[in-house]
């Protein structure tokens, strides 16, 4: 039967105590497989290195992870990032986000795509119109 949890946390004071898992590791993470998908598709992984809090995807070639999001505790500069873990600029506080891999070609139905192309933020609306909104 799907969607029968391999691990289960049950809170068993009634006190209020929030249920938690907690992993001491000098890299801990979590990989999540989807196992009807052929590989490299369907592996992730919820990781904390250097001090950042990462939601990795497998690579094409399925021999390591990429990242997909970073995110950095506020006393470690509060960033967020897409596609890149370290090009916040000596910035705090910032998100960053890399150059689109493959730029959109297709229209988006009811909203828009916001990314980068070398450097330039840009949009991408319903109506096929692309806005600079930042040059590079």
């Known amino acids: 039967e799907y ?15 929030a249920a938690s898992i907690r992993i001491d590791d000098p890299n801990p993470d979590i990989e999540l497989i989807e196992t009807d998908q052929a ?3 369907g592996k992730y992984e919820i990781a904390v290195q250097s001090d950042k ?6 690579n094409a070639s399925d021999t390591g992870f990429e990242t997909v999001v970073v995110f950095q505790r506020r006393a470690a500069g509060g960033n967020i990032g897409f596609g890149t873990t370290s090009q ?20 988006p139905a009811g909203g828009g795509i916001l990314y980068v ?12 119109t692309i806005t600079t909104i930042a040059p590079a």
Request: aromatic letters at 4%.
């Open 3 to 17: 969607n029968q949890p391999a691990l289960r946390v049950k809170q068993a004071s009634k006190r209020g105590g």
């Open 39 to 41: 590989a490299p598709a």
């Open 53 to 58: 809090l990462q939601i990795n995807g497998r």
């Open 88 to 107: 916040f600029g000596a910035g705090h506080g910032v998100i960053a986000i890399a150059n689109a891999s493959v730029v959109p070609s297709v229209n």
């Open 117 to 128: 192309e070398d450097g330039a933020l840009k949009y991408r609306g319903v109506n096929g």
